[in-house]
């Protein structure tokens, strides 16, 4: 019994290699000789399928770059329209021989002739299924990639405890579905500006982030200008309801990022977004908000699901962080440090006073320089100025010094 079962199994193996092998190369050489006619006919209508593809994905090309000036289109799609012009070619080749063919041999064709001509069309005919096949393209281009938000003091900043743990708390964030909006706040000065733009150059699986300041009075009109700068949509509206409308169809297909920077006070939450045009995450698509504040009821009414303060320097990151921008070396002297330090102090550790203190100061060689600079900023005030934080005070007049 089982030898009878493997001689049947190899007699059924041989009898297809016997179809594949020798059959159907005779069918198809047969064809080759008296199918001509019908294969021309073949050959034609997978033209006429071939050009009705050129012309749709041309037709979608077009839309695409009128709807965004800066689209790129994909090297795939490209390639693809290479290859369906080289194979229209082909026919084009192929239909002059034959003609050449009916006129040579009208009442007498040349067997040989017509066999490798038709075997040219049968082969052409294939390579251009194939390409209509593939011709469904899941996206035609996208956006050109705009430089990354620039971390303006990369140079001169070091990063803190503080800074480093936020960081890496928006971005696991960022990762989680049921999150779409992240409060960052702390003092004018902290930081969270340049930590989210970090945030924006290094986050993935989001198209370009996008940053609009908004500062205390927000402009309904020039964030929506912002926002379709970034996603690179020309309005075709006037209004700003309409504008709205067009910026919540174009976001709610994708997954973004919108930072607004610098929210002095508390919008009507998902009104006000509705109002400019911003979906919040769906279903994984529409947008995803990080918002700067210096106040954290800012980010409790606006319901934020994570909510992330930033610190100032500790003494140590202070210190660390003036030496660099002050270019302080081992080489200074003991009496310039002590007034190096005592200015420090006087900074509150808030980085953007450190920094720019320090690299005003940077080039200070003698002791009388910088012992006037002390005391200058000392007997500074900022009594006068309304609606700053009493420990911000000095790191401002750290800044207005530095004039």
Known sequence: ??????????TNAVGTLMVDY?????ERRVRYLFGFHK??????????????EQTRIQEDIKEAKLNIQTQVIEKYVEDWLTDATNALNNVQNLEARIEENKRCFRWCPNWSWRYQLSKSMDEEILAIIKLVNNSKFERIGHCAELPGLEFFTSKGLVASKSSTTAFNKIMKALKDAEINKI??????????????????????????????????????GEIQNK????????????TKDERAKELWCRLKEGKFIIILDDLWNEWNDDEDFRKIGIPLVENGKGCKIILTTRRWTVCKSMECQVTIQI???DDD??????????????NVSRNIIEEAEKIVKECNGLPVAIVTLGRSLKGTKTQKGWELARKKLEGSRLIEIGNIEEEEKNAYMCIKMSY
């Open 227 to 238: 926002i379709a700068d970034g996603i690179h949509l020309k309005f075709e509206k006037t």
């Open 22 to 26: 020798l059959v159907k190369p005779i």
């Open 39 to 52: 294969i021309v006919q073949e050959l034609h209508e997978q033209q006429n399928n071939l050009n009705r």
């Open 311 to 313: 610190d100032v320097l």
């Open 317 to 330: 990151e202070a210190w660390a962080l003036f030496k660099m921008n002050a270019n302080l070396d081992e």
């Open 1 to 10: 019994m089982p030898e009878s079962f493997f001689i049947g199994a190899a």
């Open 183 to 220: 409060g960052v706040w702390g003092m004018g000065g902290v930081g969270k500006t340049t930590l989210v733009k970090e945030v924006g150059n290094k986050v993935k699986g989001f198209g370009q982030p996008i940053m609009v300041v908004v500062s205390k009075i927000p402009d309904i």
